[in-house]
């Protein structure tokens, strides 16, 4: 089980008043931060809950490759590549410097052991193998970053590499935009976690020289700090500083906190850890365990006098301001002149909830089967049947 460091600055809960769009900016509980740029998102509703200087333009160092990381899963996901696909490094790869695997020129590794040197190791030539597998150069390949960045409102962000290696000033993010890039990769691709979480993996280098192991150690050390945390990416240079995109899960919620520009390695993972604490502190999570059973509906025009109904799903709700769970309400909707033939699934009803004034959520009742519509022999055959009684 992970160790819980004692942030005993975010256990101190204060009032704080929502902007729309943003976060009060100063809390008592992250006052003394050291960090210049910070923010802490919930991931399932983009829900800021605290930041501090977050759109200034900063350089991410290997931040970065959260960005390249998303790439990747898009690639698998259309089938452009898979995990046991193999790629071959290149010498411009090789040629990577700072954080490295020692990928050796016209060695071969799966797309899977690529992940694991990216987001254990932070691997640079690791990093450059998949952009150059994905679009044939590591500049096309950073083309498609600056566009995915476009399309995901990230204002505040320009690529020049997919490593974070390079010291240009025309790098940059920002602890906003490294929050919402990190949000859609944990949305989309989940599966990410089992990777990020990994604290230490052998994978085997096999090359001209012969064949050797290396151990890939995790560069996240609140991994093994911080109830929860499983994830993100670290970063690190001269010119950026300490950075850290860190996530947690807790009883279903998911955070993720962005540190930029920390000015060492401690307070980077320190401040995380405060960030985290603090975005737990301001939620909670609704489960509703008990949905009222549903009755049977008459369809018009119908073989069946009664079907079956079901919900569509079950409900949570996610808080951020502390409300009183105990004051929800729930009230069933029928839809309007419900009629054959309906296909399996449709929705022919509505489970809704309220908190004092403000709806909170949805959950469609739809069929449990498909209805098919009553025919004229049908109708006969009822009248008949009527009849003979």
Same mark, same amino acid.
């Given at each position: 089980?992970?160790?819980?460091?004692?942030?005993?600055?975010?256990?101190? @809960?204060?009032?704080?008043?929502?902007?729309?769009?943003?976060?009060?900016?100063?809390? /008592?509980? +992250?006052?003394?931060?050291?960090?210049?740029?910070?923010?802490?998102?919930?991931?399932?509703?983009?829900?800021?809950?605290?930041? $501090?200087?977050?759109?200034?333009? =900063?350089?991410?160092?290997?931040?970065?490759?959260?960005? *390249? =990381?998303?790439?990747?899963?898009?690639?698998?996901?259309?089938?452009?590549?898979?995990?046991?696909?193999?790629?071959?490094?290149?010498?411009?790869?090789?040629?990577?410097?700072?954080?490295?695997?020692?990928?050796?020129?016209?060695?071969?590794?799966?797309?899977? *052991?690529?992940?694991?040197?990216?987001?254990?190791?932070?691997?640079?030539?690791?990093?450059?193998?998949? !952009?150059?597998?994905?679009?044939?150069?590591? &500049?096309?390949?950073?083309?498609?970053?600056?566009?995915?960045?476009?399309?995901?409102?990230? !204002?505040? *962000?320009?690529?020049?590499?997919?490593?974070?290696?390079?010291?240009?000033? &025309?790098?940059?993010?920002?602890?906003?935009?490294?929050?919402?890039?990190?949000?859609?990769?944990? @949305?989309?691709?989940?599966?990410?976690?089992?990777?990020?979480?990994?604290?230490?993996? /052998?994978?085997?280098?096999?090359?001209?020289?012969?064949?050797?192991?290396?151990?890939?150690?995790?560069?996240?050390?609140?991994?093994?700090?911080?109830?929860?945390?499983?994830?993100?990416?670290?970063?690190?240079?001269? %010119? !950026?500083?300490?950075?850290?995109?860190?996530?947690?899960?807790?009883?279903?919620?998911?955070?993720?906190?962005?540190?930029?520009?920390?000015? &060492?390695?401690?307070?980077?993972?320190?401040?995380?850890?405060? +960030?985290?604490?603090?975005?737990?502190?301001?939620?909670?999570?609704?489960?509703?365990?008990?949905?009222?059973?549903?009755?049977? %509906?008459?369809?018009?025009?119908?073989?069946?006098?009664?079907?079956?109904? $079901?919900?569509?799903?079950?409900?949570?709700?996610?808080?951020?301001?502390?409300?009183?769970?105990? +004051?929800?309400?729930?009230?069933?909707?029928?839809?309007?002149?419900?009629?054959?033939?309906?296909?399996?699934?449709?929705?022919?009803?509505?489970?809704?909830?309220?908190?004092?004034?403000?709806?909170?959520?949805?959950?469609?009742?739809?069929?449990?089967?498909?209805?098919?519509?009553?025919?004229?022999?049908?109708?006969?055959?009822?009248?008949? *049947?009527?009849?003979?009684?």
């Amino acid at each position: 089980m992970k160790k819980v460091l004692p942030y005993f600055a975010a256990l101190i @809960l204060f009032a704080v008043s929502a902007i729309p769009g943003r976060a009060v900016e100063t809390t /008592d509980a +992250l006052a003394g931060m050291q960090t210049p740029h910070a923010i802490v998102m919930e991931v399932s509703t983009g829900k800021i809950l605290y930041e $501090k200087d977050a759109d200034a333009k =900063v350089h991410p160092a290997s931040v970065t490759k959260v960005m *390249t =990381v998303l790439l990747v899963f898009e690639a698998l996901e259309k089938g452009q590549i898979t995990l046991d696909q193999e790629v071959v490094t290149s010498a411009h790869a090789k040629s990577m410097g700072g954080s490295q695997v020692f990928l050796e020129e016209g060695e071969i590794q799966t797309v899977e *052991t690529l992940l694991k040197c990216i987001l254990i190791a932070s691997g640079n030539d690791a990093a450059v193998s998949m !952009a150059e597998k994905i679009a044939g150069t590591e &500049d096309a390949f950073v083309s498609m970053m600056n566009e995915e960045a476009a399309r995901l409102g990230m !204002a505040n *962000t320009h690529f020049v590499d997919c490593c974070g290696l390079t010291d240009s000033t &025309d790098h940059y993010t920002s602890a906003r935009d490294v929050a919402i890039v990190s949000r859609e990769l944990l @949305l989309r691709f989940p599966q990410v976690v089992e990777y990020t979480d990994i604290w230490m993996e /052998d994978i085997t280098h096999v090359t001209a020289k012969g064949s050797s192991i290396f151990t890939l150690t995790n560069t996240n050390k609140l991994l093994r700090a911080y109830n929860g945390c499983d994830g993100l990416k670290t970063g690190s240079t001269s %010119i !950026a500083k300490y950075c850290l995109s860190a996530t947690a899960q807790r009883d279903g919620i998911r955070l993720v906190a962005s540190v930029m520009t920390s000015p &060492d390695s401690k307070v980077r993972f320190r401040e995380a850890g405060e +960030l985290l604490d603090y975005g737990f502190s301001r939620c909670s999570m609704y489960y509703d365990e008990n949905m009222e059973p549903l009755p049977t %509906i008459e369809v018009k025009g119908s073989l069946e006098k009664q079907i079956e109904v $079901k919900y569509a799903k079950e409900f949570s709700y996610l808080s951020t301001e502390k409300e009183d769970f105990s +004051l929800i309400e729930k009230r069933t909707e029928w839809e309007n002149g419900i009629s054959a033939p309906l296909k399996e699934g449709a929705q022919v009803g509505t489970y809704i909830y309220t908190l004092g004034e403000k709806e909170i959520g949805r959950v469609p009742i739809i069929t449990a089967g498909a209805v098919e519509k009553a025919g004229y022999l049908d109708y006969l055959n009822e009248l008949w *049947t009527q009849w003979a009684i």
